[in-house]
């Protein structure tokens, strides 16, 4: 037995068990497995410029790889499953790469946070389905984007270490207030879109008025804009008038608004204003101005 | 035959190696992160030392740096730097002139851990295996990512000689252990080395008491009847400290800075590290182990890999009999492992709190690298000497032989369950099973050599696949970066971001913007008519930016290092500095090196000479001959006021004192190395 015991001791097996042990009362196993997640992520913190650029302006980069982006977040999801921003994220990576079903599981898992609506989510997905033509689900996810605290927003973009990073980069040089302000105001532009599909004109005429009071929003012009297209549909020609006229005042681009004017002359038997203000709508649609119709610029976005 | 058998053993292996890594050397890919700049510095000093010129400032560096550093980093008094140059001077370009350097590197290196492991384990065939896993291991790639080779290279041949002079005293091993510890003493970072050496020798004495006993009673018969050698090698050893010394104290003046390396440091010298800093350098944050036993095809640089012969020796030899050395290098590992992990260890910060040295101590997972891996293979061949000479003791070789097909098996197994197994890595456990079976079935005289050839297949095989893929992903890498560069365009003006520089270039860096300092920095030399005094405030800043972008004819001094005497007002002169004095016949540069500057100047009227290269209080300036005063002039550069007419002017960097002391010591290095290659070579003759 002894002479057993004292072979096995002299195996270099022991000197196994010797590491073990040595790892598990002289290492902090918990540390390390924690600096090693850390750096993984260290590791895979992409160069966010692309993402940057193509958010901003969709035609102005080409061929973006995703994959470095897709590995980076999912990695991030795979460490903290229930980091919302970090969804958001990934959501607009993962349509952008093509995955769109997997995106719009990402964006509906996070549109809400401790039962408030979180902002990209929900416009997000608003776009997505305005693009599909899916005119309920997009009003529905508009109207939450707008209901949305943009306070809110900005604390959660500023205070995410992923969009800390993001906004790090050389490439960043907007305001975020900004540019939430902005999505914000794209945001009511899509719903307002969204209801005239849906020939709910009445509610058109209800969030096209609280757009145009609210100070921090920007694209006035489009608000009066389907607010007079809103009055103009149940036949309140007077006001869709006036609407038309603040719009004009404010933007004097608007193809469509000519047409419309020309419309309501034209019932009123004012031929020759009419035809004036066709011919202007048809000289302004010519021009092919990227800014108008206004719902044209419906892409997703994460700042 | 048998006299060419150990070079073979040695070269064949290493063209081997060379054979994966020829995109490297023949320029396909290029070097990788650390090593460029090491690469650089070595190129620059190398450079000046061709032009006979000992390179103690880089004009190149952060608009002019000291260069102790970057020599410091290198181990400038190294003679075998002295290949390059002779390289050089044959005409070989710079870059294939470092990589020959850096192969030799890494050969003489593997040529040690072979002495090492046959002097440890009395075999050559164990110190063949000890040799080939650690040239095909990722340490083979680590010479072309970062600088570790070049400590290493010492301190593996300082145990080497350390370990022959216990076995049998001697005048070369001796001398060659000071030699390489001198060289590992000239370097900044001489503190891995000690460590390694401090925890050796402490478990040295607790595991072989008897031993160390013995080695202090031959070592001083020996130093009795070498007095002279002994004496000359303490002298040796202490001048070899005066420069490491000498940086040191550079270092807390203040005048040159490493912001990143000294974050969150409480230490005046600017070389120290900050706790929070240590641990973004240890094993944990650098020794990537995420890919030693699979997805091979995705190995990136810094990762760490190992041949799987070296695993399946260990699963091998699990139940031969272990020994006093398996257990020496298994505690040296632990111990310096409990280090290396840092905030995970706990010791780490003991001994930064109470060793001062470890405050120097940045990269501590060099320790891995320099110690702890070719302990572990060490280790591993010793494991596998003990086996088989437990099999050759057993009388029941069948069950050792089931039992060595066992661990194989299980390793297999494992394999299995991993992704990205790659086709070299399970022919080299074919070869390593048919090793055993031959060493089972055949006799030694066909056994013993085919081993050789077996297990250097295994290994090769499986290294030259994964070196494959690593090179094929790097080229990728290299090609989407370069093409990343033409494509995005970057602005210029960047902010420099900031390792090692003049503390007062590195404030302009940050308050000036960057395209107007790029561009007032484009002219070597300004003169101008008005110099006024300055406080130190971000007002002073804005002041200095527009006078820099309007090329205002004022200069600025600092009112703490100049006196009224130094300022100056002409309100008859022009509005604008004069830009180009050499054009105008006012400036004629008469010689210049890295070093100094001799100008001849003409000059109707004093004027204030500014030049653009960071001011340092060890730059002398003389104007006929005779001292003048050199003051810090828009902020970091250097000025000084010139009389009207004819002037000779010199500029120059340190002493003739700090030349000769450092030609010295590269001479004396040079004789102590060619002293050490004949007392081997008279040895090993005797």
């Known amino acids: 037995m002894i002479h057993a015991l004292r072979w096995l001791f002299c195996r270099i097996a022991v000197i196994y068990i010797i590491v073990f042990l040595f790892c598990m009362t002289c290492m902090d196993l918990k540390t390390i497995i924690e600096r090693v997640k850390v750096r993984h992520l260290n590791d895979a913190i992409p160069d966010f410029s692309d993402m940057i650029l193509f958010s901003r302006d969709q035609s102005a980069i080409r061929d973006i790889d995703w994959r470095p982006y897709q590995d980076y977040f999912e990695l991030i999801l795979s460490y903290l499953p229930d980091d919302q921003i970090t969804m958001q994220l990934l959501g607009f990576v993962d349509y952008n790469a093509g995955r769109e079903e997997k995106a719009i599981a990402l964006f509906k898992s996070s549109t809400q946070m401790n039962g408030k609506y979180l902002f990209w989510s929900n416009y997000n997905l608003g776009v997505l389905y305005y693009k599909k033509g899916m005119w309920p689900q997009a009003s529905e996810y508009l109207l939450n984007a707008i209901s949305s605290n943009t306070r809110l927003t900005l604390l959660l973009m500023q205070d995410s270490m992923v969009y800390k990073q993001i906004l790090a980069s050389s490439y960043f040089k907007y305001s975020l207030d900004e540019e939430i302000k902005d ?120 700042y | 035959m048998k006299k060419y058998l150990e070079p073979l053993l040695l070269i064949v292996p290493f063209i081997l190696w060379f054979f994966c890594f020829r995109p490297f050397f023949s320029g396909h890919l290029y070097l990788q992160a650390d090593a460029i700049s090491y690469g650089e510095h070595i190129g620059f000093y190398t450079d000046q030392l061709s032009r006979g010129v000992y390179p103690l400032w880089d004009p190149t560096w952060c608009q002019g740096a000291p260069n102790d550093f970057f020599l410091r980093r290198i181990g400038d008094v190294n003679p075998l730097l002295f290949l390059i140059v002779f390289l050089k001077w044959l005409g070989v370009t710079s870059a294939v002139s470092y990589l020959f350097f850096l192969g030799v590197y890494y050969f003489l290196a593997g040529w040690a851990f072979y002495l090492i492991t046959r002097l440890l384990l009395s075999d050559r065939f164990f110190a063949f295996i000890a040799y080939i896993l650690f040239l095909f291991s990722s340490w083979g790639s680590e010479i072309f990512y970062n600088y570790i080779i070049i400590i290493y290279l010492p301190l593996v041949w300082f145990f080497y000689f350390l370990l022959s002079f216990s076995r049998k005293p001697g005048r070369g091993p001796f001398l060659g252990m000071f030699f390489c510890a001198g060289l590992v003493v000239t370097t900044y970072i001489p503190f891995f080395f000690l460590t390694v050496l401090a925890i050796f020798t402490i478990l040295y004495i607790l595991f072989y008491g008897e031993f160390f006993i013995q080695f202090l009673k031959r070592g001083s018969v020996f130093l009795e009847k070498n007095m002279v050698l002994a004496g000359f090698c303490a002298i040796f050893l202490l ?109 780490h910060r003991f001994l930064y709190e109470h060793v001062i040295f470890f405050k120097f101590i940045r990269n501590i997972y060099y320790f891995f690298w320099l110690a702890i891996f070719p302990m572990l293979i060490l280790l591993s061949v010793t494991a596998f000497k003990s086996l088989l000479d437990t099999i050759n003791g057993s009388k029941r070789k069948k069950l050792w032989l089931a039992y060595v097909l066992v661990s194989h098996l299980i390793f297999i197994v494992f394999l299995f369950g991993r992704h990205g197994v790659l086709p070299g890595a399970w022919a080299a456990i074919i070869l390593s099973l048919t090793y055993f079976l031959v060493y089972f079935f055949a006799r030694e005289s066909i056994s013993y050599p085919l081993g050789f050839v077996l297990l250097l297949s295994a290994v090769f095989l499986q290294s030259a696949q994964v070196y494959g893929f690593l090179e094929g992903k790097l080229y990728k890498s290299q090609q989407s970066e370069a093409h990343y560069i033409q494509t995005h365009k970057d602005p210029v003006l960047q902010r420099m971001n900031i390792y090692y520089a003049s503390a007062w270039f590195s404030a302009l860096v940050e308050y000036i913007d960057p395209q107007v300092l790029e561009d007032y920095c484009k002219h070597r030399f300004i003169l101008y008519d008005n110099v006024l005094p300055y406080k130190d405030s971000p007002e002073f800043f804005k002041s200095l930016q527009s006078t820099m972008a309007d090329n205002t004819n004022i200069a600025f001094l600092s009112r703490f290092e100049s006196g009224p005497g130094d300022w100056k007002r002409d309100e008859g002169s022009g509005l604008h500095a004069d830009l180009e004095p050499d054009s105008l016949g006012e400036l004629t540069v008469l010689r210049s090196d890295v070093n100094s500057v001799k100008l001849a100047m003409h000059l109707t009227k004093s004027r204030f000479l500014v030049v653009n290269d960071n001011y340092n209080s060890d730059w002398h300036a003389f104007i006929n001959g005779r001292p003048a005063r050199l003051l810090r002039a828009n902020f970091s550069f250097k000025g000084l006021w010139v009389p009207a007419g004819e002037s000779s002017i010199m500029l120059s960097f340190s002493s003739p004192r700090g030349y000769l002391f450092h030609g010295m010591l590269t001479a004396v290095y040079a004789g102590v190395f060619l002293c050490m290659l004949f007392l081997l070579r008279k040895a090993r003759k005797q």
Do not use: W
């Not at chain 1, 933007?251 to 469509?256: A, I, R, T, V």
């Not at chain 2, 036993?293 to 190995?299: C, L, Q, R, Y």
């Not at chain 2, 020796?313 to 020994?323: F, H, K, Y």
């Open chain 2, 239 to 347: 001048g070899s400290c005066v420069p490491a010394l000498v940086f040191y104290k550079e270092s807390k003046s203040g005048e040159f800075v490493l912001p990143n390396r000294h974050l969150g440091s409480d230490s005046a010298s600017a070389i120290t590290v900050g706790m929070d800093n240590v641990a973004s350098g240890d094993i944990i944050n650098h020794g990537y182990f995420d890919r030693i036993f699979d997805d091979h095809a995705h190995m990136d640089m810094g990762d760490i890999y190992m041949p799987y012969v070296f695993f399946l020796i260990l699963l091998s030899t699990a139940l031969a009999g272990s020994n006093r050395l398996i257990y020496f290098l298994l505690f040296n590992i632990l111990g310096l492992s409990l280090i290396t992990v840092t905030t995970a260890g706990g010791v």
């Open chain 1, 183 to 302: 999505a914000q105001s794209r945001a009511y532009i899509l719903l307002l879109s969204s209801m005239y599909h849906m020939k709910q004109y009445d509610k058109m005429i209800v969030i096209a008025n609280l757009g145009i009071k609210d100070q921090a929003l920007s694209h006035k012009d489009a608000f009066y804009y389907y607010d007079g297209l809103g009055f103009y549909e149940i036949g309140r020609i007077k006001d869709a008038f006036l609407m038309f006229q603040e719009s004009l005042n404010l933007e004097k681009g608007n193809p469509d608004i000519y047409y419309y004017l020309a419309d309501i002359y034209q019932k009123a038997g004012q031929l020759e204003q009419a035809r004036d203000l066709l011919q202007i709508s048809y000289t302004l649609h010519q021009k092919n101005d990227p800014r108008f119709p206004y719902e044209k610029l419906a892409n997703l976005r994460f």
